[in-house]
């Protein structure tokens, strides 16, 4: 629902669908950075990462949308117990920017914690999602946007939870120092596969919630997989006049006293879509004029208040960080259906 099942590829192969990315102080000193992927991993799709793909993080030293740095992680196939090698590598300049694999910081099987060079940690495996999303809510508050009507009663005192009891995979980095770059970085993930002349991105994520709000299947289909194909630079031109629209439609619904200002408000606040973290400051996800985002911060009810203009949502609580490295959550298995049924149905998914 942050990303989770966003795309025709993303429910067809969950093992190439980025679901959320944080970025937030770890250990002193340090900064943690998280990518989650394969939503309800073990169910819906097999609980391993992709072997062939290429799963980076991206970095804009300057807090821009321009790729300087590429930190890369790729997996070979599933061991008889399921353990895949886990490589990690880094990528500058020209060969951050083409998805080019990088220099080697280090490997180890999934599943342990691994130092890099220059004093990294590295961890990738199976976790508890730490998402939360009344995706029936949001489900139908977006019908009703479309429709011309403005539905806030949907966001109940009893919210539900999509992916409560669910697992993804992910992929943990802590970096000493603050983190790469300057005072201010911009931040996205971005999900690559083997092609005869270079890796074809297939997906890419940066803030929580842009495209749950903004590209409501089934009419967004071919949008968002260009948007995941493309850089967040090409963002701001391609699809403010889209952020604007719902946005408006919005604030006019809402009887908001400036909708024109709201809606230029919001595409200012997720546009370009990347995660701008200050190296150093406490962590906390707010489109537009956060830092980062920590694990259990509810970017679902924050999102969604920053599209209407006042709170709305009110989803369960997510699951805070745990005391040390890679600070997810063991997976808790619960016996449930296959979640990827329910993105596939016209029907929104059962809480």
């Not at 970095?59 to 992680?73: H, K, N, R, S, Y």
């Not at 006049?241 to 809606?263: C, E, F, Q, S, Y």
């Not at 973290?277 to 679902?300: S, T």
Request: hydrophobic fraction near 40%; aromatic fraction near 8%; charge should be negative.
């Amino acid at each position: 629902m942050s990303h989770h099942f966003d795309s025709a590829a993303g429910r067809a192969g969950g093992r190439i669908n980025p679901c959320d990315l944080s970025a937030f102080p770890g250990a002193p000193g340090t900064t943690a950075l998280i990518l989650t992927v394969n939503p309800d991993a073990g169910r819906s799709s097999p609980p391993t990462f992709r072997p062939g793909a290429l799963d980076e993080f991206v970095v804009a030293c300057d807090g821009g949308a321009t790729e300087d740095i590429a930190f890369g992680v790729t997996f070979t196939e599933p061991g008889g117990a399921g353990q895949q090698q886990v490589r990690v590598l880094r990528a500058h300049g020209p060969a951050a920017r083409e998805g080019t694999a990088g220099t080697l910081l280090g490997q180890d099987p999934t599943g342990e914690v691994f130092s890099l060079t220059g004093g990294a940690l590295a961890w990738a495996g199976l976790a508890a999602d730490p998402f939360t999303a009344d995706g029936t809510a949001i489900t139908q508050f977006n019908q009703a946007l479309n429709q011309g009507r403005y539905i806030p009663e949907v966001f109940t005192a009893a919210p539900g939870n999509a992916f409560a009891g669910r697992e993804v995979t992910a992929i943990a980095r802590q970096l000493p120092g603050a983190a790469p770059g300057s005072t201010q970085t911009g931040l996205w993930a971005r999900i690559s596969l083997d092609s005869h002349v270079r890796p074809r991105q297939v997906h890419r994520i940066g803030q929580a919630m842009f495209r749950p709000l903004f590209f409501n299947p089934p009419d967004s289909e071919e949008q968002v997989d260009t948007l995941n194909a493309a850089p967040p630079a090409a963002g701001l031109d391609t699809y403010s006049g889209r952020v604007r629209r719902i946005a408006k439609t919005a604030a006019r619904l809402a009887g908001l006293p400036d909708p024109d200002d709201h809606a230029a408000r919001v595409v200012a606040a997720f546009l370009p879509d990347v995660l701008t973290y200050r190296p150093g400051q406490p962590a906390g996800f707010h489109p537009g004029d956060g830092n980062g985002r920590a694990l259990g911060d509810n970017a679902f009810d924050i999102a969604v208040a920053v599209l209407a203009g006042s709170a709305l949502g009110n989803a369960s609580a997510p699951r805070h960080a745990t005391p040390a490295f890679p600070y997810l959550s063991a997976p808790q298995p619960a016996d449930l259906p296959p979640l990827a049924d329910y993105f596939r149905s016209p029907q929104p998914p059962a809480q």
